[in-house]
């Protein structure tokens, strides 16, 4: 019998429409003339999924009595008995009653589709065995019924349901995944932005594995041997150099560009096992590629760059990231191309890429010393001792009366040759060396050092002339070029530090690094005030012969740097620096001390806002208390018993809203101040809000309490709670009519919330903010419900007990507060 086919629709979270796609499919199949029927499909109340049932066949279920309870499963025989061509199996993870013919579904599914039967299921990424642990450090979700990897990758065919996370949350939101009372908290929990993000990446990421994994089986089975690059795989060549970190974190940006990349870095070691790279620098660049997600490998090979290559097309490579060649021209000119030019000619369809780094382009200022290097009056010399005995012996072998004139142009252009590589004294030593080998091997008599011929002479001189001239020639535009190249180095060296000084707050530190780059010094500490502030140090240049210069800047500050003795040609761009440097400390020195300056004002501000309220909102309770007491004072007035129990009762108002209004007043100057006592200790929520609805009077119907089971909450009992009747009092004021406030609470991980949440006219988006500002009353119109401070000494007291209290919509229109604290190590008394 013919094996059934399983198809999957896997989703990253519930409600993204897995199994409205599997009755979709189920039904076009249907019209299709396939045989179809549901075995088992879960609606979970959504109105459009069930919608999609109607017209097919469904199975009727089987009733599982466990511990007096029936529970609905899928009836397997019933299935096998009917046997259609194709059934639909919801929740392929689902663990089945006990007594079932099997422990979970999959297994059901794996009967079936040895009975030929064709199967479509449904599958959430959470659910996958080897993501499980992933899927926990995301959510904070222990998911306890789980599917073995091997039992999806079985599937002849899965397919992601994919719905972007913002949409997701938009669908809950209008009711079309949960009941409307458990929206807010999964908003707030499970169903978090960042959440639904991570899980889609991770069932991307999953699905894009398979894919893999079914590309290479295909490629294997087809015997095709040539990289398809279907995902971006970038290989780093270390050689044990400082250099390696510069090449992992751009080879580190390469992979991330696209989604999935993958990388690799390895060392090739010589065969013969004589190893030159420095262990201590290759097991730090080991640790720095494993903390950017990629592997390290080492590999043996007696050519380097052939051993890189074969490596790159056995992990299937699309980039491969070189160095560039730390060797001179000179050294390059001896021995061969480099591993870069060779890995270039044999890398094929795989592309290189040359980083420079620091120990090829450093940024140091170019210095004005000789027109030549050194360097290149050594290679005159060189070339004036190997070139003239072998031009020597060249022209002695085709040596004839007619061949002088040409034997003399050529020394002559080797005099020239040897004039622009080293300059003027390899030239005149090479044209005068030229003239004796002239005389003593082409003019008779031969072997002599005679010059009889006046014309031999002035054949000498003019060598040495022509040499002194082209040498000069030389030097002048070698000089010339290096000024041009200095000019250059400064003028991008300024300018760096000119948009240094603009960045802000790191210009110091920009500008500190960058003068020990460019002068190429030891170290550079800036000091202020006697303290360092910034430091750059690059100790693989130091010098037993490095000398000290301390450079002062304004009145407090210094600059220390250590390393070369700067020539008199750096001491206008160091003069540039130091400028740069003086004025962001300066720039440094007045942001911190506007920086200190702004609790001043703020505390400005809350005391003139503070005496407005006290000008205004005390007035009011203190006339009516005056009032009050008065006429029961007044002996020219004559009141009855009630209307005496009236006046006490109006004079005890004012004053109970007199004493509330200072104790804010207090709380909030104590918060201003930073003296405000906090007590933490494990308290229970339920405790707090029964303690709130106390305090505000509020009978049981006044407020709806959706209670869940939290643990004990690390806070302060009586700020938790006067924070909560803030809270509290705020959603009664703007609650509509016969709809009151919910309270809810409800546990994430090692956070627990409280949410108070009313359906009044909320809050606009960029006014949010203001809210927990001191003074603000929103929306109010007669300055009759208090100062404005209990949104701002709620945020106050949830802040001091580490906790956060944040604003939100309420599903359906208005605004929620949420206050979230850290749960307790153990709860507190109940």
């Not at 592997?295 to 699309?318: D, K, N």
């Not at 010339?480 to 180095?489: E, H, L």
Request: glycine residues 8%.
């Amino acid at each position: 019998m013919t094996r059934g086919r399983l198809r999957v629709m896997l989703g990253a979270a519930p409600g993204v429409g897995k199994t409205f796609a599997m009755l979709e499919e189920g039904r076009r199949l249907r019209e299709a003339g396939r045989d179809v029927v549901v075995a088992i499909v879960e609606t979970h109340g959504r109105a459009a999924t069930a919608a999609l049932v109607d017209g097919l066949e469904v199975i009727p279920r089987r009733v599982v009595e466990h511990r007096g309870v029936g529970l609905d499963e899928l009836d397997l025989e019933a299935v096998l008995a009917r046997h259609p061509d194709v059934a639909l199996v919801d929740e392929l993870a689902h663990t089945n009653a006990p007594g079932s013919a099997h422990e979970k579904r999959w297994q059901d599914v794996e009967t079936l589709l040895e009975a030929g039967i064709d199967v479509i299921s449904t599958v959430n990424i959470q659910h996958i065995e080897s993501l499980n642990d992933v899927v926990r450090q995301i959510t904070g979700v222990v998911q306890r019924e789980t599917i073995p990897d091997a039992a999806l990758r079985v599937a002849d065919q899965i397919e992601l349901v994919d719905l972007a996370p913002q949409a997701l949350r938009d669908r809950l939101t209008e009711g079309v995944v949960y009941p409307a009372g458990r929206v807010d908290a999964a908003l707030s929990n499970y169903f978090r932005l960042g959440n639904l993000t991570a899980l889609r990446e991770l069932a991307l990421l999953w699905l894009a594995d398979e894919v893999d994994s079914a590309l290479r089986r295909y490629r294997a089975e087809k015997g095709i041997d040539s990289a398809w690059n279907a995902r971006e795989r970038v290989v780093v060549a270390l050689t044990g150099g400082r250099e390696g970190e510069t090449l992992l974190r751009r080879g580190a940006r390469i992979a991330s560009r696209a989604s999935g990349g993958e990388l690799f870095a390895v060392h090739v070691s010589a065969s013969d096992g004589l190893a030159e790279a420095n262990p201590s620098i290759l097991a730090a660049q080991r640790a720095l590629v494993e903390t950017l997600g990629g592997s390290y490998h080492q590999v043996v090979g007696e050519q380097i760059p052939r051993a890189l290559v074969e490596f790159a097309r056995s992990v299937e490579a699309t980039q491969l990231v070189v160095g560039v060649s730390r060797r001179s021209t000179l050294a390059r000119l001896f021995t061969g191309p480099g591993t870069a030019a060779t890995v270039i000619r044999e890398a094929g369809d795989i592309d290189v890429h040359i980083v420079s780094h620091d120990q090829a382009g450093s940024r140091r200022l170019p210095s004005l010393g000789g027109a030549l290097s050194l360097k290149r009056r050594i290679a005159g010399f060189a070339l004036a001792a190997l070139g003239l005995p072998l031009l020597t012996l060249l022209l002695t072998s085709f040596r004839s009366d007619e061949s002088i004139t040409s034997d003399v142009l050529a020394f002559q252009l080797f005099v020239v040759i040897v004039a622009l590589v080293g300059g003027i004294w390899p030239a005149v030593a090479s044209a005068v060396a030229a003239g004796f080998l002239l005389d003593f091997f082409f003019v008779d008599p031969l072997y002599t050092i005679t010059i009889a011929d006046p014309l031999h002479l002035l054949a000498l001189v003019i060598f040495v002339v022509v040499a002194v001239l082209v040498s000069i020639v030389v030097d002048q535009a070698a000089r010339r070029s290096r000024v041009a190249s200095r000019a250059a180095a400064e003028s991008e060296t300024l300018a760096s530090i000119a948009g240094s000084v603009l960045s802000g707050q790191d210009a110091l530190e920009a500008l500190v690094s960058r003068l020990r780059e460019s002068f190429g010094m030891t170290s550079v500490i800036l000091r202020s005030r006697g303290v360092a502030i910034y430091t750059a140090t690059d100790a693989t240049i130091a010098d037993d012969n490095d000398v000290e210069t301390n450079l002062p800047l304004g009145d407090h500050a210094s600059l220390y740097l250590r390393g070369r003795r700067l020539p008199d040609s750096d001491r206008r761009i160091l003069g540039a620096f130091l400028s740069q440097i003086e004025t962001a400390l300066t720039q440094r020195e007045l942001a911190s001390e506007a920086e200190s300056m702004r609790p001043v004002a703020e505390a400005d501000r809350l005391r003139t806002a503070l005496l407005a309220s006290v000008g205004h909102d005390l007035r009011r309770p203190l006339a009516v208390a005056t009032a009050a007491v008065t006429s029961l004072r007044s002996p020219d007035v004559a009141l009855s018993e009630p209307d005496r129990e009236e006046l006490l009762e109006t004079a005890e108002d004012s004053l109970g809203s007199l004493a509330s209004l200072v104790t804010k007043l207090l709380d909030a100057s104590r918060l201003q101040a930073g003296v405000l006592g906090v007590s933490l200790a494990p308290v229970a929520l339920d405790e707090v809000v029964i303690g709130a609805l106390d305090e505000l009077g509020l009978a049981p119907g006044e407020v709806q309490l959706e209670l869940g089971e939290t643990s004990a909450v690390e806070a302060d009992a009586v700020l938790l709670q006067r924070a909560v009747v803030n809270l509290l009092a705020n959603a009664l004021r703007y609650s509509p009519t016969g709809t009151p406030p919910i309270i809810a609470t409800s546990e994430f991980d090692d956070r627990v919330q409280l949410r108070v949440i009313d359906a009044g006219p909320g809050i606009p988006v960029e006014r949010r903010e203001d809210v927990f500002m001191p003074f603000q009353r929103l929306g109010d119109t007669d300055n009759t419900t208090g100062v404005g401070l209990g949104l701002a000494l709620s945020k106050g007291f949830v802040e001091a007990m580490g906790g956060t209290l944040d604003v939100e919509d309420t599903p359906g229109g208005g605004l929620t507060m949420v206050v979230e604290l850290p749960s307790a190590s153990q709860g507190g008394d109940e």
